[in-house]
């Protein structure tokens, strides 16, 4: 069975700019979250979706939203980038809602903003 | 609000000693705990979950213990490797949704 994928693993932007970053969770699995990681601040909750809708979000500003679809894939935005949003951007995967069992990781999206 | 700290936060070992990692956490209202190994500019591998009505959960040379009530969870690696070197983090989830909580992680250097 195939992992959590993430697309793409790089990205470099520059201040103002948008990005959108999608990740694929493990077949049959239907909540996803996000999180942010960062050398300051380490390992960062941003959002949790299950069935198309979220359910918890982080202390991050309204500049970074996501959504999911109907296939449990799911995109985070971020937009008018600014420097402190360069980090790893991590999206984990699991089978349901509610920390029933393990979560998954994908490999990250490593955004670099100039 | 919940938060977790790891101690060490960085241990260096020879070959085949083995070792104990320590995790604590200040709410006790916790659905499971997950520990991770993280290599340099990879993503997180799951290793070990704990329900909160476990005690431990061994998975080859690893075994994690959690002791709810104190609010501390343990990661035991025996015979360590070089192929252990890694940052271990672990995590905790309260009782609403996904969300995970980590801790800061303890980078373990194996030396051959």
């Known amino acids: 069975k195939a992992g959590v994928t993430q697309t793409p693993r790089y990205l470099i932007k520059t201040r103002g700019q948008q990005v959108t970053l999608s990740c694929s969770p493990i077949?049959?699995?239907?909540?996803v979250s996000w999180y942010q990681q960062t050398p300051g601040q380490g390992l960062q909750f941003l959002f949790e979706y299950f069935s198309e809708t979220q359910r918890n979000k982080g202390n991050f500003p309204g500049r970074f939203s996501g959504r999911q679809f109907s296939n449990s894939r799911s995109e985070m935005n971020v937009s008018t980038l600014e420097l402190g949003d360069s980090a790893l951007y991590l999206c984990?995967?699991?089978?349901?809602?509610?920390?029933?069992?393990?979560?998954?990781f994908g490999p990250g999206t490593r955004l670099l903003v100039l | 609000k919940q938060e977790v700290t790891q101690i060490p936060a960085a241990l260096s070992v020879p070959e085949g000693e083995n070792l104990v990692l320590n995790c604590s956490f200040t709410d006790s209202a916790i659905y499971n705990l997950q520990w991770f190994r993280q290599d340099p500019g990879k993503g997180l591998t799951s290793l070990l979950l704990?329900?909160?009505?476990?005690r431990e959960q061994t998975s080859g040379r690893l075994n994690a213990s959690l002791d709810k009530s104190s609010g501390r969870s343990t990661l035991y690696i025996a015979a360590s490797q070089p192929g252990d070197s890694a940052t271990y983090l672990c995590a905790v989830i309260g009782t609403s949704g996904s969300r995970l909580t980590f801790g800061e992680g303890t980078q373990l250097t194996v030396n051959p």
């Open positions: 704990i329900q909160s009505s476990q």
């Open positions: 984990a995967s699991s089978l349901d809602y509610g920390g029933v069992g393990t979560q998954y």
């Open positions: 077949s049959g699995h239907r909540s």
